[in-house]
């Protein structure tokens, strides 16, 4: 225990002291730092949000663990092991780069090209992408209407539905009405139960959902329709039913049923609540950013 006291003793004096000091000798210095340890963290972020959903995304995590592991046996001064995870982090960079070479050729490939944007995931704008999304759901719920085919499409807001998720199929698509179309046709794996659209994709099929069993819903709806009341009450978002029956498009929000909706209405409602006040800060920011940026680039060139 003393000899862990010296030591300790001996680190703060040698280098917290002795850094403190350069601080206040060289201001400048700490400004670099900051940048240096922001660059650092944006690189990160960019990397982790480029390889999610891949499978790169669980080797990244074992990483991780692997480095943390080396750098706490070099401070408890296990030194058999950490010459051990020393070594296997040397020849594992050189297997990384072996196993992943399509995946790192192609994000040099984008590095290289106009697509820098978009390997850092600011390609489309949040509001226009959630349009666009919502203009391909109407389309499937019209045609899914024409044919009398039964839906329920689910859309995530704010309130997260991971657990509703975990009840499905996990399909983490992108949205297109074909696919919707698809998912739904009778006697098919997945048409039975709800798909639910989260952060602009279909996160999940066939999944389950809380029925709503209030005395004063109307006994002639279906479970579907039901099931739209039930989760629309527990959560924020936005449920579109399919009539099997009748072929009538319905929404479901707050608990609240709004039956036989027209396409132009459903449009209407759906841009109405979706396109959140929120995403279109957001998306001002972003906007705001780059003209800064582009005027910037115009100032120097001047």
């Not at 009398?148 to 657990?163: Q, S, W």
């Not at 039913?241 to 707050?254: F, L, N, R, W």
Request: with cysteine; hydrophobic share 45%.
């Amino acid at each position: 225990m003393n000899i862990f006291k010296i030591d300790l003793e001996k680190f703060y004096n040698e280098n917290i002291i002795w850094y403190i000091e350069n601080l206040k000798n060289h201001p400048l210095d700490l400004f670099m730092q900051i940048v240096d340890i922001l660059i650092v963290l944006f690189l990160i972020v960019a990397t982790f949000r480029s390889i999610r959903h891949t499978r790169a995304s669980q080797l990244a995590k074992g990483i991780v663990i692997l480095v943390i592991i080396t750098w706490l046996s070099g401070i408890l001064h296990l030194y058999i092991f950490n010459t051990i995870m020393t070594a296997i982090m040397n020849w594992g960079i050189v297997a990384i780069m072996i196993i992943f070479q399509p995946e790192l050729r192609r994000a040099l490939e984008q590095l290289g090209t106009s697509k820098v944007s978009k390997f850092f995931g600011i390609d489309k704008s949040i509001e226009i992408k959630t349009k666009e999304n919502i203009y391909r759901i109407v389309i499937a719920a019209t045609e899914l209407a024409k044919t009398r085919t039964g839906a329920l499409i689910v859309i995530e807001r704010d309130i997260k539905l991971n657990d509703i998720i975990e009840t499905g199929i996990l399909m983490d698509s992108e949205i297109s009405p074909q696919l919707l179309v698809n998912i739904f046709v009778p006697r098919t794996p997945l048409h039975d139960g709800a798909v639910i659209i989260s952060d602009n994709k279909i996160a999940a099929a066939s999944c389950m959902l809380p029925l709503a069993d209030d005395k004063d819903i109307a006994r002639e709806l279906g479970t579907r329709h039901r099931a739209a009341i039930g989760i629309s009450k527990e959560t924020d978002c936005i449920a579109v039913v399919v009539s099997e029956e009748t072929g009538k498009i319905s929404i479901a929000k707050e608990g609240t049923l709004i039956a036989d909706v027209k396409e132009e209405t459903l449009k209407k409602i759906l841009i109405k609540y979706l396109i959140t006040i929120k995403d279109i800060e957001q998306e001002k920011k972003v906007k705001v950013k780059r003209l800064k940026k582009i005027y910037k680039e115009k100032e120097k060139e001047e």
